[in-house]
């Protein structure tokens, strides 16, 4: 489980996968998902036409992929304008997200587009997908819902991410306000949201 949320593993093995079929169970992984706004990235396909949005996306997702190998984490993949990566420890994975929401997409001249950021760490399932080591069950879930609540140029931790004690530790040093949201409309769990 280690190795898969390594980028050099996963660069310089990448045949390595489960047989088709096979799961296996992780016990603990950190599971990081980003996306573009939905109406800014339609702003922008809208205002730059196809071809020309999707190489500003492209260079975008490759700065992303670049800070997350930095940060220690490793990328799973890529859908539609974000990504979702994996990391073995949850404080190196926060701390790539709020790097992350200093990136902005300047769109050639219009206002900068920035992104909705998900944090959530729990066991997991990895089977291979497409010819691709992928998380699947309830803790990928759950990172994808975080994403969904957050709002452009926010990052959205679960409270199994925000408890962790190096993680409120970074986001106090840093000066971080955060604030807790139902995880769905009228949902009982709660989730923190960060801004910078």
């Known amino acids: ?28 992984v950190t599971l990081l998902a980003t996306a573009l706004d939905p109406a800014q990235a339609d702003l922008l396909y809208q205002n730059l ?13 490759r700065k992303q992929v670049e800070i997350i190998r930095e940060g ?3 990328v799973v993949k890529t859908q539609g ?3 979702v990566a994996s ?10 997200a709020l790097e992350l929401l200093r990136m ?25 997908v497409n010819d691709q080591l992928d998380y699947l069950g309830a803790t990928a879930r759950q990172a994808a819902r975080a994403l969904d609540r957050a709002q452009a140029g926010e990052l959205v931790l679960t409270p199994a991410v925000a408890a962790d004690p190096e993680v409120a530790a970074l986001l106090h040093e840093r ?17 923190i949201r960060a801004r910078l």
Do not use: C, K, W
């Not at 190795?3 to 799961?23: C, I, V």
């Open 49 to 61: 036409g196809d071809s020309r949005a999707f190489g500003v996306i492209h260079d975008y997702l």
């Open 1 to 28: 489980a280690r190795a898969a949320s390594l980028a050099l593993f996963r660069e310089l093995f990448p045949a390595e996968l489960l047989a088709p079929g096979q799961l296996a169970v992780v016990s603990t």
């Open 104 to 128: 902005r997409l300047d769109a050639e001249g219009d206002s900068a587009l920035l992104p909705r950021i998900g944090v959530h760490r729990g066991p997991a399932l990895a089977a291979t």
């Open 175 to 191: 000066g971080i306000s955060s604030e807790m949201i139902p995880s769905s409309p009228g949902g009982n769990a709660h989730l």
């Open 72 to 74: 220690g984490g490793a």
């Open 87 to 96: 990391f073995h420890h949850v404080a190196a994975a926060v701390r790539t």
């Open 81 to 83: 304008e974000g990504l």
